[in-house]
C-alpha cells in the first residue's frame, strides 16, 4: 500500500493505541498500593486489581476475534476505546463510594477494551504504508508502549498517591470522622486523572470513526490434520508465556510496597524507581534485540532467566535498598521475555501459526493468578518472601528456552 497522507495519520492513531494500553496497564502498580489504603485491603485483596486485569485478556480472546470477524478490525478498535473510556470514566463513582467491588469492574471494563486494541492494532500497523517497512512501523509502535510504561508509574505517583500513610494502628487510633475523611480523599485522588484518561480515549475513538482505515483480508482457512495441541514446543511455551506474565506483573505490582517495607522509601519516592525501572525494561527490549545479532534468542532467554532469578534472591535476603536496585535489575532482563517466548513459541508452526498465537495470547491470564498468591504468601509471611513466587516463575522459563536452544532467528514482533 503507497503511503498517503491519510495513511500518515492512520498510523499515528494507532501508534497511539499502543501508548494507551501501555499506560493503562502499567497504572495497576500505582493502583494496588493506593487502593490497598483507601479501601483498607489485604495484600491478597490488593492482588485482584491485577486479576480483573488480565482475565479479561483471557476471556475475551475470542469474542474479541468474533466480533472483529462479523464487524471489522476498525469495529473492534473502536468497541475497544468505548469500553476503555466507559472504565475510565467509571472510576469517579467507584471512587465516590469508596466501593473495591466497582474499581475491580471499571478495572475489568478497561481491559476488554485493551483485549480489543491488542487484537486489532498490530495488524493494522503492518499494512499501513510501504509493506517493505512494515516491520520498521510496528517496532516504532512499540516504543510508544515502552515510553507509556515508563511514563504512566512516574505520572501516577504525581496525581494519584498522595504520600501519606498511617499503621493500623494509628487509624485504630484515629476518630471515625477523620479516619473516613482520609480514606475518601484517597480515593477520590484517582477521579480527575481516570477522566482526564477516558476523555483522551474517548478523543482518539472519535478520530479513528472519522478516518478511514483499509479493510484487512482473511487469511484463507487452511485445513490441518494435526491438532494444534499435539505441538509440544507451543504448549510450553504457552505455559512458559502464562508464568512469564504471572512473573512480569508479581514484579512491577508489589514494588512500591516493597520499597517500603524493605528500604523505608516513601511512595511517592518509590514510584520514582519504579518509573526507573520501567525505563530500563524499554532500553532492556533495545538492547537485547540488538545482542540477538550475536547470541540465539533462547541463549539470551536462558541467560535472562538465570540472572533475575539470582536478582530475586538477593531481594528476598538482602535488606535496604539493595533490595531494591535488584528488582530494578530485574525489569531490564525481562524486557526480552515475552517476545521472546512468543516468538519460540509459534516457530515452525506454519498454517497453525494464528491459531497457535491466539493460545500464547491468552496465557496473559498468568498476571491474573500469580499476584493473588504472592498476596496471599505476604498476608501470611511478609512482602519480601513473597517474592519468591516470581523467582519460581523464572524457572519455567528457564526449563523453555533451554528446549529451544538450537532455533537462531526469530521475528521479536509483540509488543507487550
Not at 283 to 300: D, E, H, Q, S, W
Request: some cysteine.
Amino acid at each position: 500500500m503507497a503511503p498517503t497522507a491519510n495513511n500518515r495519520f492512520a498510523i499515528i492513531l494507532l501508534t497511539s493505541l499502543f501508548f494507551l494500553w501501555g499506560f493503562a496497564l502499567n497504572l495497576n502498580p500505582i493502583l494496588i498500593p493506593h487502593l490497598k489504603k483507601a479501601c483498607q485491603l489485604s495484600d491478597v485483596q490488593s492482588a485482584f486489581i491485577d486479576s480483573a486485569s488480565y482475565i479479561a485478556y483471557f476471556l475475551m480472546a475470542i469474542p474479541a476475534g468474533q466480533f472483529m470477524k462479523r464487524f471489522g478490525y476498525k469495529g473492534g478498535i473502536i468497541l475497544g476505546l468505548m469500553l476503555f473510556a466507559t472504565g475510565a470514566f467509571l472510576f469517579f463513582p467507584a471512587a465516590a463510594t469508596r466501593s473495591y467491588a466497582f474499581f475491580l469492574t471499571a478495572l475489568f471494563i478497561i481491559a476488554c477494551g485493551l483485549a480489543f486494541l491488542e487484537t486489532a492494532a498490530n495488524p493494522y500497523i503492518t499494512v499501513l504504508g510501504d509493506p517493505k517497512t512494515a516491520t520498521h512501523r510496528i517496532n516504532f509502535a512499540q516504543s510508544f508502549n515502552g515510553l507509556a510504561a515508563t511514563l504512566a508509574p512516574l505520572l501516577g505517583g504525581m496525581f494519584i498517591l498522595s504520600g501519606h500513610s498511617f499503621t493500623k494502628e494509628q487509624e485504630a487510633a484515629m476518630p471515625a470522622t477523620q479516619l473516613n475523611s482520609y480514606l475518601q480523599n484517597e480515593a477520590n485522588s484517582v477521579q480527575v486523572p481516570f477522566l482526564v484518561i477516558g476523555s483522551v480515549v474517548l478523543l482518539v475513538a472519535i478520530f479513528i470513526w472519522k478516518t478511514r482505515l483499509p479493510d484487512l483480508a482473511e487469511d484463507e482457512e487452511v485445513h490441518v490434520e494435526k491438532s494444534i495441541f499435539k505441538e509440544k514446543n507451543l504448549m510450553w511455551g504457552v505455559l512458559a508465556q502464562f508464568f512469564y506474565v504471572g512473573g512480569q506483573v508479581c514484579v512491577s505490582s508489589f514494588f512500591i510496597r516493597f520499597s517500603k517495607r524493605v528500604a523505608g522509601i516513601e511512595e511517592k519516592q518509590a514510584a520514582m524507581f519504579l518509573s526507573a525501572a520501567l525505563l530500563g525494561f524499554m532500553a532492556g527490549r533495545f538492547i537485547g534485540t540488538f545482542l540477538m545479532r550475536y547470541i540465539a534468542p533462547a541463549k539470551l532467554l536462558a541467560g535472562y532467566s538465570i540472572i533475575n532469578m539470582c536478582l530475586l534472591s538477593v531481594a528476598v535476603l538482602s535488606h535496604g535498598k539493595i533490595s531494591v536496585y535488584a528488582l530494578v535489575g530485574v525489569e531490564f532482563f525481562m524486557s526480552i521475555m515475552f517476545p521472546t517466548i512468543f516468538s519460540l513459541s509459534i516457530h515452525g508452526l506454519g498454517a497453525k501459526t494464528k491459531e497457535g498465537s491466539s493460545l500464547v495470547i491468552m496465557a496473559i491470564a498468568g498476571g491474573a493468578l500469580f499476584p493473588v498468591l504472592m498476596g496471599r504468601l505476604s498476608d501470611a509471611t511478609n512482602i519480601q518472601t513473597a517474592y519468591i513466587v516470581p523467582a519460581i516463575c523464572f524457572i519455567v522459563v528457564f526449563y523453555f528456552a533451554l528446549r529451544n536452544l538450537k532455533v537462531r532467528d526469530i521475528q521479536l514482533s509483540v509488543a507487550h
